[in-house]
């Protein structure tokens, strides 16, 4: 994690998208614990007014006070739908912003190590294989954008909902809340466990292409000098293993496995 503190100079850079971004984080979720209450309050005055709407059975007013009462009920369905427009709005500015910030870190990587790349010498090159500094352009730029986009967001998301979300639980009713949040370690100890396994298995059976990074590094370099007939027709034979793998039956686990934690009825 220490390598990461090289990446503060790009937060810095683009600070005011990291935290306008932060906001938009901040704005979507408050909808998000406003519904449930509009929900609660809804029900809450349905079920305190069907009484008295019953006591006017027959009487002259029981239309009238139903008119009304299906009023209310519309508005605040009004209210969720403006509430889930507003919650969807704010997300997309905040996918503009940390998400573009991202894209805007991943591309000075990208200039930051090809200008290096530049000022090396020739003996450099001769030396160290091509394909494997083509991949450190281009997939580990990728992975730290992972980091510096969806991570950053999706853990700035994750840590507002958790107390924002707590904190109005916590309101209502205290005991409940601490029945809720008690189970929470374990599955949070269950669930990183078993997503890391997934993360393993889905990152050596489901590449970027049928061909796994190394074997592309060593071939990268080689395909530049390919350009015999008989060397071409040897090229073929190197990827039909790792073809072949990706078609094999255990790679569906990845796809199984989830279903664990996300299962279909």
Same mark, same amino acid.
């Given at each position: 994690?220490?390598?990461?503190? +090289? ?14 971004? #932060? ?40 239309? &009238? ?34 998400? &573009? ?6 591309? !000075? ?16 090159? /001769?030396?160290?294989?091509?394909? !494997? ?6 997939? !580990?730029?990728?992975? &730290? ?17 958790? &107390? ?10 205290? /005991? ?14 269950? #669930?990183?466990?078993?997503?890391? #396994?997934?993360? /393993? ?23 530049? +000098? ?5 060397? /071409? ?33």
């Amino acid at each position: 994690m220490s390598h990461l503190k +090289s990446l503060n100079k790009y937060f810095i850079r683009y600070k005011w998208r990291l935290l306008l971004g #932060i906001a938009f984080v901040i704005l979507s979720n408050i909808p998000a614990v406003v519904q449930p209450q509009v929900i609660r309050y809804v029900i809450d005055l349905t079920e305190e007014n069907i009484g008295f709407y019953r006591i006017l059975n027959g009487s002259l007013l029981q239309p &009238v006070y139903l008119k009304f009462l299906t009023s209310v009920i519309a508005y605040f369905g009004v209210v969720m739908l403006l509430l889930a427009l507003l919650r969807g709005l704010f997300m997309f500015f905040m996918r503009q912003t940390l998400i &573009v910030m991202s894209r805007y870190i991943e591309y !000075d990587l990208k200039n930051e190590i090809y200008q290096h790349y530049q000022e090396l010498d020739l003996m450099f090159y /001769k030396t160290h294989n091509i394909g !494997d500094l083509m991949n450190r352009i281009t997939e !580990d730029v990728s992975r &730290v954008r992972m980091y510096v986009g969806p991570a950053l967001m999706y853990s700035v998301n994750l840590f507002f909902t958790i &107390v924002m979300t707590v904190y109005v639980m916590w309101q209502v009713n205290v /005991k409940l809340t601490l029945f809720t949040l008690a189970p929470l370690p374990f599955l949070a100890l269950t #669930i990183y466990y078993v997503n890391r #396994i997934i993360h /393993k298995r889905v990152s050596v059976s489901r590449p970027s292409s049928p061909i796994s990074p190394p074997l592309r590094r060593r071939t990268i370099p080689a395909s530049a +000098s390919l350009n015999r007939i008989h060397r /071409k027709r040897l090229r073929p034979n190197i990827f039909a293993k790792p073809a072949n793998d990706i078609r094999s039956v255990r790679f569906i686990w990845p796809v199984r496995k989830p279903f664990i934690f996300l299962p279909c009825f």
